[in-house]
């Protein structure tokens, strides 16, 4: 069992040495993303009128399991507290996300976030 998970670290190791900076960069700032650590702006708009239809900024992570004619947006708005936006795509509604901010990445090697709180889940019995 220690040999396979010691092949397996090796494995991981040698593909992401052999990264290029840029795409380590990407990877943890799209990590940082998903954990609510970088401020975005995410606009949607008409590509026929060229009208903005809706605009979401703050701290938001871009679902990323979403079907090809939909997406989703998770913003946390306080201490534990989130909103989610679905949105229909349709072939002149469209979508870009720009980060606002700059944000300080490492690009010599991957983020990696263990989360007890995903490990152990929080369960609930209904009555």
Not at 9 to 33: E, Y
Not at 60 to 65: D, E, I, P, T
Request: net charge neutral; charged share 20%.
């Amino acid at each position: 069992m220690k040999t396979k998970f010691l092949l397996a670290t090796l494995a991981i190791a040698a593909l992401a040495g052999c990264s290029s900076d840029a795409d380590v960069a990407s990877h943890n700032l799209s990590k940082a993303a998903d954990n609510f650590e970088v401020s975005r702006r995410i606009v949607f708009y008409n590509g026929v009128t060229g009208d903005y239809m809706l605009s979401i900024e703050g701290l938001c992570s871009k679902g990323n399991n979403d079907d090809a004619r939909q997406v989703s947006i998770t913003c946390k708005t306080g201490s534990g507290i989130y909103k989610k936006h679905f949105l229909g795509l349709s072939d002149n509604v469209t979508y870009f996300i720009e980060q606002i901010e700059p944000a300080t990445v490492g690009t010599y090697r991957y983020t990696v976030v263990f989360k007890p709180s995903v490990i152990i889940p929080d369960i609930q019995i209904k009555l």
